[in-house]
Antibody
Framework: QVQLQESGPGLVKPSQTLSLTCSVS??????????WNWIRQSPGKGLEWIGY???????YYNPFLKSRITISVDTSKNQFSLKLSSVTAADTAVYYC?????????????WGQGILVTVSS | QSVLTQPPSVSAAPGQKVTISCSGS????????VSWYQQVPGTAPKLLIY???KRPSGIPDRFSGSKSGTSATLGITGLQTGDEADYYC????????????FGSGTKVTVL
């Protein structure tokens, strides 16, 4: 059974770069036609899709965040990562990683437990 | 601001039924499949329904989904206290802002 786990700093200063990693266990990130996603949820708010990466390195990002996002994959470590640059308080959120079935996702499953990242000086 | 509109809250007594609507447009729900997620406070979302009406293994048949035109509906029958959670719909948005979008979320309260 595939499981995902987010890790990274819980506090980032404004204008700096947020960096998170999602570790995949119970299955290889390289096997199967899956897409590896980042999704966030601001405190008390709804869900916002950030983007995904395929095991070959192909990516697709939310157009509203595209200029600040980089998602990468390290198949040797069975991990994928998110970098979000020039952060502001509006980027404070719980960040989730999740697996999707398609380049045009029909579902996200499973999800990681999430990691709260606060942007503050 | 969410592209998909859901009622902020619904409630019912234990054992009763609730339905949650998710309203979109021809560029999202109208041309793409819908999935539904349950989020118990303090936990990650969990997939409940995919491809409009399919349940993943382990999801009880008390949960059902349907889609018609540019709207989708999640139904929960035999409501239980453990069903108290936020529920989100989601789908691909094929408009100029091509992206995956989620609904605004609905809080289900068991009275």
């Amino acid at each position: 059974q595939v499981q995902l786990q987010e890790s990274g700093p819980g506090l980032v200063k404004p204008s700096q770069t947020l960096s998170l990693t999602c570790s995949v266990s119970g299955g290889s990130i390289s096997s199967g036609a899956y897409y590896w996603n980042w999704i966030r949820q601001s405190p008390g708010k709804g869900l916002e899709w950030i983007g995904y990466i395929y095991n070959t390195g192909g990516t697709y990002y939310n157009p509203f965040l595209k200029s600040r996002i980089t998602i990468s994959v390290d198949t040797s470590k069975n991990q994928f990562s998110l970098k979000l640059s020039s952060v502001t308080a509006a980027d404070t959120a719980v960040y989730y990683c999740a697996r999707a079935d398609n380049w045009k996702p029909n579902w996200f499953d499973p999800w990681g437990q999430g990691i709260l990242v606060t942007v503050s000086s | 601001q969410s592209v998909l509109t859901q009622p902020p809250s619904v409630s019912a007594a234990p054992g009763q039924k609730v339905t949650i609507s998710c309203s979109g447009s021809s560029s999202d729900i109208g041309n793409n499949d819908v999935s539904w997620y349950q989020q118990v406070p303090g936990t990650a979302p969990k997939l409940l329904i995919y491809d409009n009406n399919k349940r993943p293994s382990g999801i009880p048949d008390r949960f059902s989904g349907s889609k018609s035109g540019t709207s989708a509906t999640l139904g929960i029958t035999g409501l239980q206290t453990g069903d108290e959670a936020d529920y989100y719909c989601g789908t691909w948005d094929s408009s100029r802002s091509v992206s995956y979008v989620f609904g605004s979320g609905t809080k289900v309260t068991v009275l």
